[in-house]
């Protein structure tokens, strides 16, 4: 049997992916900082789905305390899904030290460090399947939201570069790009029902996205026209804009 990597197994991302790669006959391994906030979660998989599925402590911020984490897991992961991130108002970080190395440090260095460690078990064993969940934010600085959204920039570089390196290895890297998602993260914004996804949109997409080996999903296929758009305003007009 297969066995999935959930990081970040409480956000409704986390847990809509579980569910997809559970319902699919996956033993799911999920990891998060509370897992007392997982039983009732985790029990409802096991009896759901007949297919073991544990939780696991895991603080992507505590980064010395990732070797151990994966080292310590009774079982290896076939296929690991980086869901976890952080975001707040970008003027409430921009105004706080503490905020600001939350949102880099949860979005960038901690997915890093233990992507690093998973990347190198994976080269060794010749398999494996790492999927990233970046987010468009980072295809173009804007100042709603650009230290999150250079976090994301910088985990989208890593995953591009990681892909490029592992390839040798048999090993793929796959980078989801959602744009909005309704979720608990996202609750507080106003969001356009049609440009948004669902956690299950988002679930399916991963799941889908593994088994064909893609190297770049959109959730929502316009988004990539959107940010080509985005990205092709001539940054003497762009800086001017709202955005």
């Known amino acids: 049997m297969s066995v999935a990597l959930i990081l970040g197994a409480t956000s409704d991302i986390g847990k809509a992916i579980a569910r997809k790669f559970a319902e699919n006959k996956y033993q ?140 040798k290895s048999n090993v793929h890297v796959l980078t989801i790009l959602p744009g909005f998602v309704f979720t608990k993260m996202t609750e507080h914004l106003n969001l356009q029902k049609l440009l948004t996804a669902t956690p299950e949109n988002v679930a399916d997409s991963v799941y889908n996205a593994v088994k064909k080996r893609k190297n770049i999903v959109y959730i929502k296929w316009f988004w990539k026209w959107i940010m080509f758009i985005i990205k092709s305003i001539p940054e003497s007009i762009f800086k001017k804009k709202e955005l």
């Open 28 to 167: 799911v391994l999920l990891a998060c900082r509370n897992t007392a906030a997982l039983s009732t979660f985790v029990s409802d998989m096991n009896i759901r789905y007949g297919i073991p599925c544990h939780s696991y402590s895991f603080d992507a911020t505590d980064f010395s305390s990732h070797e151990k984490f994966y080292n310590d897991l009774p079982l290896k992961p076939d296929v690991v899904i980086c869901v976890f991130g952080y975001m707040n108002d970008n003027e409430a970080t921009i105004a706080s030290q503490v905020e600001t190395l939350k949102t880099i440090n949860t979005n960038y260095t901690g997915a890093v460090t233990i992507l690093n460690i998973i990347a190198a078990d994976f080269a060794g064993r010749k398999q494996g399947v790492i999927a990233g969940i970046s987010s468009v934010a980072g295809e173009r600085g804007r100042q709603s939201n650009y230290i999150y959204g250079s976090a994301k920039a910088g985990f989208t570089a890593y995953l591009s570069g990681l892909r490029n390196k592992l390839y």
